[in-house]
T-cell receptor, first 112, second 111 residues
């Protein structure tokens, strides 16, 4: 089944404790992206990647890092999480720059 | 700055009562406008892409249309299973691959 998977689905952590949210797609898509969704602010893009080793900032990249060492994986790294990063995070992938994006199931992160 | 505004924020319909959702946008050169459906606790699910004014696309009870300033998602004879949040997003020619999303319209269809 073609899908985007994210792990973990739920995470509660404390301020400053480094964490990684994994994202993997099995559709051989070149394009991958991370979003956060907050009430009243909608979906906002954090980072995206056009292909392996190619990443770029979205609207709200501060406090996040990403890497794209393999085509199928695009992990999101929070090196020193803060409470304002409490949010619902979605990973997405697409065939290429002009194609529709397919979203993962989401990761609900709480930083206390 | 690219902007997307969706209205209404929430819409309650009776089963079978047709209506339209609006997505107004300002963008410096539109590459594409996307409609997604999002169920509670799930990721957005792709519905349509529109590229140029005058374009229309249909899927079951949904029909999306596009003008130079806005897009409409028409829902004909909705059913309770159409209840969801509908999201609109634009991709600008000069914005790399960034998508700018609107705030969404929460649709509730009562039987």
């Amino acid at each position: 089944e073609a899908q985007v998977t994210q792990n973990p689905r739920y995470l509660i952590t404390v301020t400053g404790k480094k964490l990684t949210v994994t994202c993997s797609q099995n559709m051989n898509h070149e394009y991958m992206s991370w979003y956060r969704q907050d009430p009243g602010l909608g979906l906002r893009q954090i980072y995206y990647s056009m292909n392996v080793e190619v990443t770029d900032k979205g609207d709200v990249p501060e406090g996040y890092k990403v890497s794209r060492k393999e085509k199928r994986n695009f992990p999101l790294i929070l090196e020193s999480p803060s409470p304002n990063q409490t949010s619902l995070y979605f990973c997405a992938s697409a065939r290429g720059r002009d194609y529709e994006q397919y979203f993962g199931p989401g990761t609900r992160l709480t930083v206390t | 700055e690219d902007q997307v505004t969706q209205s209404p924020e929430a819409l309650r319909l009776q089963e079978g009562e047709s209506s339209s959702l609006n997505c107004s946008y300002t963008v410096s050169g539109l590459r594409g406008l996307f409609w997604y459906r999002q169920d509670p606790g799930k990721g957005p699910e792709f519905l349509f892409t529109l590229y140029s004014a005058g374009e229309e696309k249909e899927k079951e009870r949904l029909k999306a249309t596009l003008t130079k300033k806005e897009s409409f998602l028409h829902i004909t004879a909705p059913k309770p299973e159409d209840s969801a949040t509908y999201l609109c997003a634009v991709q600008a020619n000069n914005a790399g691959n960034m998508l700018t999303f609107g705030g969404g319209t929460r649709l509730m269809v009562k039987p």
